[in-house]
């Protein structure tokens, strides 16, 4: 089992740049896929981006390819979303989620959530 907990979110302007942090507890942190999902107001939750738990393969939506880094220091059980160029659009709650399954975009193949935060974009 994988506790997770995200931190970052805020409110920032059209442009700007954040990052996310997602701590994790347990033994298996550090040999988990980890993936970062996005949910905005009244659309389903969507996938932003993972990486294996090496940190070498990483995998993006469409929508945030070029924008968006996601890594992870095992030694600090911590995976990070770099957000950069953000877009109104971008605006949602972001989820940190653990997967000790071998893909990386699907949903249900995660079965460790954190509670969210918020990324609030403005024009």
Known sequence: QVQLVESGGGLVQAGDSLTLSC??????FSRSVMGWF?????KER????ALSWTGVHTYYGDSV???????RDNAKNTVYL???SLKPEDTAVYYC???????????????????????????
């Open 65 to 71: 390819k070029g924008r968006f880094t996601i890594s």
């Open 38 to 42: 996005r949910q905005a107001s009244g």
């Open 23 to 28: 701590v994790g507890t347990g033994r298996r």
């Open 97 to 123: 989620a653990a997967s000790q399954g071998e893909t990386y975009t699907i949903e249900s193949d995660y079965n460790n959530w954190g509670q969210g935060t918020q990324v609030t974009v403005s024009e």
């Open 46 to 49: 969507e996938f932003v981006a």
């Open 82 to 84: 770099q957000m950069n």
